[in-house]
């Protein structure tokens, strides 16, 4: 095992990272781990926002900084944490994410057939746990939520969880949406642990109230602005039809990672039938799509070349967005526009429009709640402790419908070739 050294990560949000221990550091420079630096955190949400060129790796070691800062917050509290916890939790907040795919959340369930990344991560984790010997089993323990000091787990997935301390301010500051940025240090130093549950101590609600309302606007400002969510419908369609033409035997040229996922429907058994897939999985990143997509833009289908090159260009499709769905006659109007402009078939022209809803709560009070400890001692739910109206308001879903659309403009006009 390569020595530590007490290697320092220069991180822009934090400043300089001390990677804690060898195996921590050897985790992180495994390919696994190194691949996370080739899947932007944001997805295309940098067509938006030009600064959101971040990356998952970043975010992985944002989190375990922050994830070390509470730990030592909750030891100086008299909360009882090993050595081994520690070490536990810092690499179940460093590998939650490592079953990304390509552009983080947009192809979750396009690529792949209906697999959470959560699944996948976990299939990573037990792969380097065999190949680390064992040595990651606390991790792994804390990370699925198993480990019988269930607090471990609430500080990786919960409501008010170290992801979601790290991915608001880190996202507000590559996209330089300051209404996101949250007083991380802040709520850190207000957690604390009572009946083995992660709680608030009563001067934090406010910072908590800041937290919660900046992830309620940096949904709608950032990860479901409308100008992304098209752009990710525009490749969903494209990989969908990717996947159509391979399967029908079209030559579509693409990465070996990537011809292997457009050729096979994946699904969650497959993975767990066959180890292979996992490695596989490994070497599919952000560049496999764009590099393949540079190929796209040429290929004699019109769908599949219009679609890269309008994703290359930037030509994204036109979106609306509102509190109901749009009218039917207005979408068939759309449809009608674009296959009258193009000449295309109702199924080739089925991919130059889409139609879906996007949901935003920041607080879900169904769900596992914020504990609030209050100063006689009691641990109420924050909906009670707090005054505010606008937590209670927080924990209302909104629901907005989307349709989105290729400009007519940006098409040129097919060939007489057919695919189909």
Known sequence: ????????????????????????????????????????????????????????????????????????????????????????????????????????????????????????????????????????????????????????????????????????????????????????????????????????????????????????????????????????????QLIKRAKQLTHAQVEVIATPALKFFLEHDITNQDFNNDPRLIERFSLLDDSDIWGSMKFWSTHSDFVLSTLSKNLLDRNIFKIILDNHAPEASFVQQMKDKIQQSTGLNDEETSFFSSAGQISNAAYINSDQKIKILTKKGELVDIEIATDLPNIKAMSKIVTKHYFCWAHTANFQKPSSHRIF
């Open 1 to 236: 095992m390569t020595t530590n050294k007490n290697k320092i990560i220069n991180d822009p949000v934090y400043g300089f990272i001390t990677i804690p221990n060898d195996l921590i550091f050897e985790v992180i420079e495994h390919p696994y781990f190194q691949r996370l630096r080739r899947i932007k955190q944001l997805g295309l949400t940098n067509l938006v926002y030009p600064g959101a060129l971040h990356t998952r790796f970043h975010h992985a070691i944002g989190s375990m900084y922050l994830m070390q800062q509470t730990l030592h917050n909750l030891r100086a509290k008299g909360v009882e944490i090993s050595d081994h916890e520690l070490e536990g939790s810092l690499l179940a907040i460093l590998l939650h994410d490592i079953g990304h795919g390509p552009f983080s959340h947009t192809l979750e369930f396009n690529l792949l057939d209906s697999i959470k990344h959560e699944d996948i991560s976990l299939l990573f984790f037990q792969k380097i746990n065999e190949q680390f010997g064992g040595a990651l089993q606390m991790g792994l323990d804390i990370f699925s939520g198993t480990y019988e000091r269930n607090f471990f787990h609430q500080l990786v997935s919960s409501q008010l969880d170290i992801d979601r301390l790290d991915y608001l301010k880190r996202d507000s500051y590559f996209t330089g949406v300051s209404e996101g940025s949250i007083g991380s240090e802040r709520i850190i130093n207000m957690i604390n642990v009572r009946q083995d549950e992660i709680v608030v101590e009563e001067k934090g609600i406010y910072s908590i109230e800041n937290f919660l309302s900046a992830r309620r606007l940096m949904y709608w400002q950032v990860y479901l602005h409308k100008t992304a969510v098209s752009a990710e419908e525009m490749l969903i």
